[in-house]
């Protein structure tokens, strides 16, 4: 058990939708980043936050967004869903922003488009 | 931009067959290279960080390794536990919002057979 937890573990919905998934960090973990796993693409960085503040984002789409609350769960949100939009997503943690500690995995949310 | 490529992309071993896993990487420095065992339905699981060439890290029947160009992952004597899929992950040592992301290859596919 990596200490992060992500809920819901699958989520089904229609093209159109938005949905919200969401992570809670390992205690003491103040960095929260998202990952988009799909089968052709691999594991792909979307943003990190870090004590509540936005550090640095990557592929993510400008219908997707995220933020870090003050007890320091995040949320990932997607809007206007598309078919291409089903993946599996991951949150991650790690204690500090500079430095090269591991981040740690929660076990995902699978989001289904039909 | 930073890529590793992983390679074989599956791998099937009699058990006790010992082997290696290759990971390369091209990178705008290294901060770190992470290996990450993944379950099927399961979350990406922290293995090992290596920081400069010649660094080894063992783990039972695991041992990395690193060089300026790529990582080794030795499996000695494995077992049908071993069965993953290995994900190698770099992160880079530029300043800036894209040094907190990492980037991985798209794993190898591991099978122990009895």
């Known amino acids: 058990d990596s200490g992060v937890t992500q809920t819901p573990k699958h989520l089904i919905t229609a093209t159109g939708q938005r949905v919200t998934l969401r992570c809670s960090p390992r205690s003491g973990d103040l960095s929260v980043y998202w990952y988009q796993q799909s089968l052709d693409q691999g594991l792909q960085f979307l943003i990190h936050?870090?004590?509540?503040?936005?550090?640095a984002k990557g592929n993510i789409l400008e219908r997707f967004s995220a933020q870090q609350f003050p007890d320091l769960h995040s949320e990932l949100n997607l809007s206007s869903l598309e078919l291409g939009d089903s993946a599996l997503y991951f949150c991650?943690?790690?204690?500090?922003?500079?430095?090269?500690?591991?981040?740690?995995f929660g076990d995902g949310t699978r989001l289904s488009i039909l | 931009e930073d890529q590793v490529t992983q390679s074989p992309e599956a791998l099937r071993l009699q058990e006790g067959e010992s082997s290696s896993l290759n990971c390369s990487y091209t990178v705008s420095g290294l901060r770190g290279l992470f290996w990450y065992r993944q379950d099927p339905g399961k979350g990406p699981e922290f293995l090992f960080t290596l920081y400069s060439a010649g660094e080894e890290k063992e783990k039972e029947r695991l041992k990395a390794t690193l060089t300026k160009k790529e990582s080794f992952l030795h499996i000695t004597a494995p077992k049908p536990e071993d069965s993953a899929t290995y994900l190698c992950?770099?992160?880079?040592?530029?300043?800036?919002?894209?040094?907190?992301?990492?980037?991985f290859g798209k794993g190898t596919k591991l099978s122990v057979i009895p």
């Open positions: 936050y870090y004590n509540g503040e936005e550090r």
């Open positions: 992950a770099v992160r880079p040592a530029y300043s800036g919002a894209g040094s907190y992301q990492l980037t």
């Open positions: 991650a943690s790690s204690v500090g922003d500079r430095t090269p500690q591991p981040q740690h």
